[in-house]
């Protein structure tokens, strides 16, 4: 994949820069539960981890270039759920299947997507050179596969959450949603030739469709990376607690005009807010 091929990353940046907001993705919506596991509650307070199962809304999409791209172009598959969990404690959770970021802020951020758009073939290339931080996730998007379904493939929240225990003491984490049947990704030419929205199309038929959510503590060395969108952190499954199970169960046709916005900032009580320059 050329530098000039990689997709529109999975983020609004900035309401005073209309101009600059990622265009929509294909998708669905469906509807499920998540159930928090025995674990979760010694690392988080919050209602979703502590109580019994609470009905979700999710949406999966994919953006492969815009809205009329094909599910097998260089892109990045989403996946964002809405945790219903009682009123003042709703919580979204977006995340796409890159690991990192390709920016630190909001301004480096809207900068990248002027670039993607520019016609110049020399924007991309120049903007890499400019903020060398973008390298990892350039790399991942750049060796990334066609996925076989949306079911298949895992999700990841890349921002930073502070989750806040029964004792007041706050365990920043990523967030991740790892399948339960993971599915080996597609060639591209096998899938170019299926259908431009195979993933959407094909939804209906893989559910129900299970999920583990994931919260990746870091490590010692990871302390410089802690709210660094575009750094991984130390891969060390010890490191890893799984906080309950996403059960996605139906295909849900929103109301016109009433579809969920998801905002990575709508946090119920026991989540910190990321700190990092692009979710604030």
Request: one cysteine or more; a negative charge.
């Amino acid at each position: 994949m050329q530098p000039s091929a990689i997709a529109l990353p999975s983020v609004t940046v900035g309401a005073d820069a209309p101009h600059d907001r990622v265009p929509p993705a294909r998708g669905i919506w469906v509807t499920g539960r998540f159930d928090p596991s025995p674990e979760a509650a010694a690392l988080g307070s919050a209602a979703l981890l502590t109580g019994p199962e609470v009905p979700v809304v999710a949406h999966f999409s994919s953006a492969p270039c815009g809205r009329n791209g094909h599910d097998g172009a260089p892109g990045e598959q989403r996946l964002a759920v809405r945790f219903h969990a009682g009123e003042g404690r709703e919580m979204d959770l977006v995340a796409g299947t890159l690991p990192v970021f390709f920016a630190r802020t909001g301004a480096d951020m809207r900068e990248y997507l002027r670039a993607v758009r520019s016609p110049d073939p020399a924007a991309v290339p120049a903007f890499l050179e400019r903020h060398p931080e973008a390298a990892t996730a350039t790399a991942l998007a750049e060796a990334s596969r066609p996925a076989e379904s949306f079911t298949g493939v895992a999700y990841h929240a890349v921002h930073t959450f502070g989750l806040v225990d029964a004792a007041d003491r706050t365990r920043w984490a990523r967030l991740s949603w790892q399948p339960e049947r993971p599915l080996p990704a597609l060639t591209p030419d096998t899938a170019l030739a299926r259908p431009a929205d195979y993933l959407t199309a094909g939804l209906p038929d893989r559910l129900p469709a299970r999920f583990r959510l994931t919260a990746q503590l870091p490590c010692p060395d990871d302390t410089p990376a802690l709210h660094d969108p575009t750094r991984l952190w130390s891969q060390e499954p010890a490191r890893t607690a799984v906080l309950g199970t996403l059960v996605l169960d139906a295909v849900y046709a929103p109301p016109p005009g009433r579809e969920p916005r998801f905002d990575p900032r709508r946090l119920p009580v026991g989540f910190v807010a990321p700190r990092d320059g692009v979710a604030g």
